[in-house]
């Protein structure tokens, strides 16, 4: 399915009807969770597909032939489109806890549907991705790696990266977090230690960068001491975090007394298809900014950088 013949919102919208409640959810760890509320309140409960074929059933519903037409059970929808129904017996519920009961399935109801449309989202967002990247030709042997990676360091250059930018826009894939990535007093290096220095220290930041990123990352160099961050269908604090642990794995680096690798982080989030990478890449690095200020005036920072220069 090429992306100049159907748009993502259409994709969405139609390539559910491919999916079954096996593909969206995991039935083992799902059949674990329904069975402690069974046990909990006294309920038996019978999962279905969109057409009455059950998929977990707890207790006994011998005999019961789902009409998934005429007697639905509580709908699970995933793109607004209905890919399962929960049939509920209350029966041998004690009275007491029938209410309590109720309302907790319903609750229940709205986060496999909130789970199911997450998996769904992030399932077709990577494939359609993949497909775009086939289409730029990022798989065609004759392409060359100068074209598309930094020869310093290996990550995307600048251009591919504003390539892969595109691609991310025409796909109207959301959220993305944009991550500007500074290398802190690199200029100290190249001054009292040298380019060869100063190169090695820009690989190392590079390696820390690629090492803790996730394979589905895209990341670029896009200026002599900067790096570009994008993580398509980012999670909530899934930068945050990511920025966090290759702050540390810069703060822990020991072997080269010369080198005091550190970084600045700037993190913003594309939330709207509206809203453009470009002016994004922009907002993350006046945040880098404000986080560069907090580091260099932290303490221990100077002594750090200082600690190769030989007294």
């Not at 991705?129 to 030709?137: F, P, Q, S, V």
């Not at 540390?248 to 080198?259: I, N, V």
């Not at 550190?262 to 907002?283: C, F, P, Q, R, W």
């Not at 920072?301 to 220069?309: N, S």
Request: with cysteine; charged share 35%; glycine share 6%.
């Amino acid at each position: 399915m090429s992306y100049k013949e159907v748009s993502f919102e259409k994709r969405i919208k139609e390539n559910i009807k491919d999916y079954a409640i096996k593909n969206l959810f995991a039935l083992d760890m799902l059949k674990e969770y329904l069975q402690t509320l069974a046990d909990a309140y006294g309920m038996e409960l019978l999962l279905t597909d969109r057409h009455g074929e059950k998929a977990l059933e707890i207790g006994d519903f011998a005999g019961f032939e789902p009409d998934v037409e005429r007697k639905p059970g509580e709908k699970i929808r995933v793109a607004d489109r209905t890919v399962g129904h929960m049939y509920v017996r209350y029966d041998k519920v004690p009275e007491e806890k029938r209410e309590p009961a109720k309302r907790v399935m319903g609750e229940s109801i709205k986060i496999l549907t909130a789970l199911g449309n997450e998996v769904y989202m992030h399932r077709e967002s990577a494939s359609y991705i993949d497909e775009l990247e086939a289409k730029m030709g990022k798989e065609n042997s004759q392409r060359k790696c100068g074209e598309t990676e930094d020869v310093l360091t290996g990550v995307y250059n600048k251009n591919y990266i504003e390539d892969r930018m595109r691609v991310l826009e025409e796909a109207e894939i959301i959220p993305v977090a944009v991550i500007n990535l500074n290398i802190n007093d690199w200029k100290f290096v190249y001054d009292n230690f040298g380019v060869e220095k100063s190169d090695s220290l820009i690989q190392l930041i590079a390696s820390i960068v690629k090492r803790e990123a996730k394979s589905e990352y895209i990341i670029g160099r896009i200026d002599g001491d900067v790096f570009l961050v994008l993580i398509p269908q980012a999670e909530d604090g899934e930068a945050e975090d990511y920025c966090r642990r290759v702050q540390e794995a810069c703060l822990s680096y020991e072997e080269d007394e010369a080198l005091a690798p550190s970084v600045a982080a700037g993190i913003v989030y594309k939330t709207n298809v509206e809203e453009h990478l470009a002016d994004k890449v922009s907002d993350a690095e006046y945040e880098m900014f404000d986080n560069k200020l907090e580091i260099k005036n932290s303490p221990g920072y100077q002594e750090r950088l200082r600690r190769g220069i030989k007294k």
